[in-house]
């Protein structure tokens, strides 16, 4: 967790994860020429929660003013700052395959923030080519040198079960400290290494359990 401002209490991950919601909303905002927004608005807008809204921006400082609201340029670049997103963060993808291919082209990872290097493999038939946004697939081997000459501070894990905590290690091991996993497996842990888990077996069962429970007659919230 990170903590706030005044030290004293810590901020949730939660918490953060809201701020990227509110960043967007802002986005859009901004982009529709919008100059200010109260929280209640923006709740209503975006389908959010006003009281928690306030709250959490609560927890990095006093951002709106009483009667007017939040001057929308404004906040967003306070959020961009508190996300970290005002600072270029290199990644580099391990696994040229069907889904690291598609992650290489996929526009959000190559703007506000962030910026893909590369991709690397162990099949040499894959060395040399480009995702059709022109990232290139290198050999795995060359992983700890893009590191260190490229900064990278972000690894992504698109690779099998098999190959995914050999994968982890070794990025651990060049240097990076933030890891995203698309692996379906769950890692032996590095001090230090924060690492975020996308696994969509996971997500679809729990709407599997959702559908099932109104099947069943049982209220969920």
């Given at each position: 967790?990170?903590?706030?401002?005044?030290?004293?209490?810590p901020?949730?991950?939660?918490?953060?994860g809201?701020?990227?919601?509110?960043?967007?909303?802002?986005t859009?905002?901004?982009?529709?020429?919008?100059?200010?927004?109260?929280?209640?608005?923006?709740?209503?807008?975006f389908?959010?929660n006003?009281?928690q809204?306030?709250?959490?921006?609560?927890?990095?400082?006093?951002?709106?003013?009483?009667?007017?609201?939040?001057n929308?340029?404004?906040?967003?670049?306070?959020?961009?700052?508190?996300?970290?997103?005002?600072?270029?963060?290199?990644?580099?993808?391990?696994?040229?395959?069907?889904?690291?291919?598609?992650?290489a082209?996929?526009?959000?990872?190559?703007?506000?923030?962030?910026?893909?290097?590369?991709?690397?493999?162990?099949?040499?038939?894959?060395?040399?080519?480009?995702?059709?946004?022109?990232?290139?697939?290198?050999?795995?081997?060359?992983?700890?040198?893009?590191?260190?000459?490229?900064?990278?501070?972000?690894?992504?894990?698109?690779?099998?079960?098999?190959?995914?905590?050999?994968?982890?290690?070794?990025?651990v091991d060049?240097?990076?400290?933030?890891?995203l996993?698309?692996?379906?497996?769950?890692?032996?842990?590095?001090?230090?290494?924060?690492?975020r888990?996308?696994?969509?077996?996971?997500?679809?069962?729990s709407?599997?359990?959702?559908?099932?429970?109104?099947?069943?007659?049982?209220?969920?919230e």
């Open positions: 967790m990170a903590t706030r401002p005044n030290g004293n209490e901020i949730s991950e939660m918490t953060t809201r701020l990227s919601v509110y960043l967007r909303c802002l859009y905002l901004e982009s529709a020429n919008k100059l200010t927004v109260s929280s209640a608005e923006l709740a209503d807008r389908h959010l006003s009281a809204i306030r709250k959490d921006l609560a927890c990095f400082g006093e951002f709106g003013t009483r009667g007017v609201g939040y929308v340029a404004h906040l967003k670049d306070a959020l961009v700052h508190e996300l970290g997103l005002d600072r270029m963060r290199k990644i580099l993808i391990v696994g040229a395959g069907n889904l690291g291919m598609a992650l082209d996929y526009r959000g990872f190559n703007e506000r923030g962030f910026h893909i290097v590369g991709m690397v493999d162990i099949d040499p038939e894959k060395f040399g080519k480009t995702s059709r946004s022109g990232i290139p697939v290198l050999p795995w081997d060359q992983m700890p040198q893009l590191v260190r000459r490229n900064d990278v501070e972000i690894g992504i894990l698109a690779v099998g079960t098999d190959s995914a905590q050999d994968a982890y290690d070794g990025l060049a240097g990076v400290r933030a890891i996993n698309f692996a379906p497996v769950q890692m032996r842990s590095h001090r230090g290494v924060k690492v888990s996308v696994d969509l077996r996971i997500n679809l069962e709407l599997s359990f959702y559908l099932k429970s109104v099947e069943d007659g049982i209220a969920l």
